[in-house]
């Protein structure tokens, strides 16, 4: 069959990655990315180091994001990322720009970073104080909490695994905890954001399940990374209910946050709960009937609270 009419594939934008040499989450960064945007990967040589601040500093040296961003330009894209959130945040403020420096040098072309990333984002919604989480040691998430100091951010809670290796086989629900941890401290303040590090920790689906529960904005190392590269060529990253991408998400956020917070549940007939003992009995209604009253009443009551089920009994809670 002739096809020739179709043309060919349509004309796609390319954006190089370079990653560490242990990203196991190629598959995450795509889902960001919209339909005409290709991702040209690359990653920084095996040294055999375990997650820690050294390793940091060895994946974010100047000669080899260099070498990896002149092996990406054979394939031209219009906008380089470095995707590692540690090693671009290692150095402090003034390290991240000399490594956008040197990335831009390397490959005439516009480039960013992972934390670079983080702070534009945090600009973009106006917020200055997070809750952090991350994958790493102490002494790791300690340079994190510096770094976003000098960017004027305030960490007003944090929560950390302690991992050196394999942080991509983490699941969503230690993520999930670990924000209810961070959010949950409030010394320095209530966060107006929450912050999701390390590009090797799985975010994608977690994030609108997170924004419902907390309130709030959240970031992850990847969507930051993304979103700060595409924007960088005039495109948008994709991603439904996340604040930082999705205009609707961001109104219903910024709405939750200024309504009331929800009120507990009604208590079944009977049960009392601590308050005021008027306002129990007016929420309790009537009590449970006795054994004895049910016996001169003729008919067992049913909890109105668990309607029937088509064979007479009550739901199954």
Not at 63 to 91: I, K
Not at 107 to 117: F, H, L
Not at 249 to 254: D, L, Q
């Amino acid at each position: 069959m002739d096809v020739s009419f179709v043309g060919g594939p349509s004309r796609q934008r390319g954006v190089g990655i370079v990653a560490p040499f242990d990203f196991a989450l190629d598959r995450e960064l795509w889902r960001w990315v919209p339909g005409d945007v290709s991702l040209h990967l690359t990653r920084t040589p095996f040294v055999p180091v375990e997650v820690s601040l050294d390793l940091a500093r060895l994946v974010s040296e100047h000669r080899t994001l260099s070498d990896a961003v002149q092996a990406l330009s054979a394939v031209g894209p219009e906008v380089v990322a470095y995707a590692c959130t540690s090693g671009s945040f290692v150095g402090g403020t003034f390290g991240e720009r000399a490594m956008v420096a040197a990335m831009a040098q390397a490959g005439a072309m516009p480039a960013v970073t992972t934390s670079g990333a983080l702070l534009l984002a945090l600009e973009e919604l106006g917020v200055r104080r997070v809750a952090v989480v991350t994958p790493y040691t102490r002494s790791v998430t300690d340079s994190l909490e510096t770094y976003l100091g000098e960017g004027g951010i305030t960490v007003s809670g944090r929560s950390y695994l302690g991992l050196t290796r394999e942080i991509w086989r983490v699941g969503y629900r230690p993520v999930v905890e670990m924000a209810r941890e961070a959010t949950a401290e409030t010394t320095l303040g209530p966060p107006e954001a929450l912050f999701i590090s390390c590009t090797n920790l799985p975010t994608f689906d977690v994030i609108p399940q997170l924004e419902a529960e907390f309130r709030m904005p959240v970031l992850s190392a990847n969507q930051v990374t993304v979103w700060a590269a595409l924007r960088r060529i005039g495109k948008g990253a994709v991603g439904p209910y996340q604040s930082l991408l999705d205009p609707v998400a961001r109104r219903a956020v910024a709405a939750m946050r200024a309504a009331p917070p929800p009120m507990p549940p009604l208590p079944r007939p009977g049960e009392t709960r601590p308050g005021a003992p008027e306002a129990a009995a007016a929420m309790a209604g009537p009590p449970i009937p006795s054994a004895a009253e049910e016996a001169a009443i003729g008919e067992p009551q049913v909890d109105s609270f668990f309607p029937e089920e088509p064979g007479g009994g009550p739901a199954p809670g």
